[in-house]
């Protein structure tokens, strides 16, 4: 019985190492779409900032916004945006009503309404 304890602790603790080493294996491809795209110091320029987690944070030119992005792919998803409601006279508000989105070989981020014409662009910010 004083042997299998050893045993045991050491077999715990092997699987724990491989555990760790697998999931920091796993975890390393980062999404390209995670970032700020546009320039996020200015809150009168469209601009998103997309965590890994699922968050997607920005303004529209006018107003801030806050929702949520989910990856499928080559394409990203919006889960909608909740938004401050400033009415911003000449702004163009677009990214607000973003459903879907891909990165173009220029490197840019298209942006897609709910009818899936494009609605415009955002660079990769710095």
């Known amino acids: 019985?004083?042997?299998?304890?050893?045993?045991?602790?050491?077999?715990?603790?092997?699987a724990f190492i491989a555990a760790v080493f697998i999931a920091g294996c796993a975890g390393s491809g980062t999404s390209p779409f995670v970032g700020a795209w546009g320039d996020t110091s200015d809150t009168k320029q469209p601009s998103l900032d997309?965590?890994?987690d699922g968050n997607a944070t920005g303004t529209d030119g006018c107003n801030r916004l806050r929702g949520s992005w989910k990856e499928d792919g080559k394409t990203i998803s919006f889960g909608?945006?909740?938004?401050?409601?400033?009415?911003?006279?000449g702004v163009d508000?677009?990214?607000?009503?973003?459903?879907?989105?891909?990165?173009?070989?220029?490197?840019?981020?298209?942006?897609?309404?709910?009818?899936?014409?494009?609605?415009?662009?955002?660079?990769?910010?710095?």
């Open 1 to 14: 019985m004083a042997q299998t304890k050893p045993r045991i602790i050491r077999a715990v603790s092997l």
């Open 50 to 52: 997309l965590t890994s």
């Open 80 to 89: 909608g945006f909740a938004s401050t409601r400033m009415a911003c006279e």
């Open 93 to 126: 508000t677009w990214l607000s009503n973003a459903s879907t989105a891909k990165i173009q070989e220029d490197g840019k981020l298209a942006v897609f309404g709910q009818g899936g014409d494009q609605i415009g662009t955002l660079v990769p910010g710095k």
